[in-house]
């Protein structure tokens, strides 16, 4: 059985950094690309970052380049987003999520329960 | 960027109706690159449906996708009380970002 299981999520003040981890497990987690989607309080999905498999290229939406970097740790089974100058627009659920398709093309067959990240003085 | 609008924002009906959710994409989705997710309170988002028409693993036939081009539908034939629900389609039609509607809820009527 798939599972990915968020953790790290807590309440920052402004400007600060945060580490999220996604542990996998029940599939082969080096060969799958995976992503961060967000969901702040009430609203919609946002996609905020993916990193592939075997290459490990990644790739972020406008609104956290600069400031947070996806890796992942294949001997651990661990997909990690780190988060730095955080804002209060960053306040949201984190989900991880596993890629499915090929060439840049991907939608997402399972997904964490999430981790809530409040960034608020 | 493909930004995705989807109507109604929300569907009162009852249990043992069919729901009727669009999705319209600002230009073509090529290939039919289109999803359906499920999301109840308090959970994460559920795979319905991927590639316009095909469903996920696990999800039951009254659940239908299709559509192309710009115009994209999600069909429930008949209500389930588990069912209600926000629904959201994503493209994944080019490099990303991509990009999520803002969801139809379907609520109790």
């Known amino acids: 059985e798939v599972q990915l299981l968020e953790s790290g999520g807590g309440l920052v003040q402004p400007g600060a950094s945060l580490r999220l981890s996604c542990a996998a497990s029940?599939?082969?987690?080096?060969?799958?690309?995976m992503s961060w989607v967000r969901q702040a309080p009430g609203k919609g999905l946002e996609y905020v970052s993916t990193i592939t498999a075997t290459t490990a290229t990644t790739f972020y939406a406008d609104s956290v380049k600069g400031r947070f970097a996806i890796s992942r740790d294949t001997s651990k089974n661990t997909l990690f987003l780190q988060m730095n100058s955080l804002r209060a627009e960053d306040t949201a659920v984190y989900y991880c999520?596993?890629?499915?398709?090929?060439?840049?093309?991907?939608?997402?067959?399972?997904w964490g329960q999430g981790t809530l990240v409040t960034v608020s003085s | 960027e493909i930004l995705l609008t989807q109507s109604p924002v929300t569907l009162s009906l009852s249990a043992g109706e069919r729901a009727t959710l669009s999705c319209r994409a600002s230009q073509s989705v090529s290939s039919s690159y289109l999803a359906w997710y499920q999301q109840k309170p308090g959970q994460a988002p559920r795979l319905l449906i991927y590639g316009a028409s095909s469903r996920a693993t696990g999800i039951p036939d009254r659940f239908s996708g299709s559509g192309s081009g710009t115009d994209f539908t999600l069909t429930i034939s008949r209500l389930e009380p588990e069912d209600f629900a926000v629904y959201y389609c994503q493209h994944y039609a080019t490099s990303p970002p991509w990009t999520f509607g803002q969801g139809t809820k379907v609520e109790i009527k």
């Open positions: 029940g599939f082969t987690f080096s060969s799958k690309g």
């Open positions: 999520a596993r890629n499915v398709g090929s060439n840049w093309k991907y939608y997402f067959d399972y």
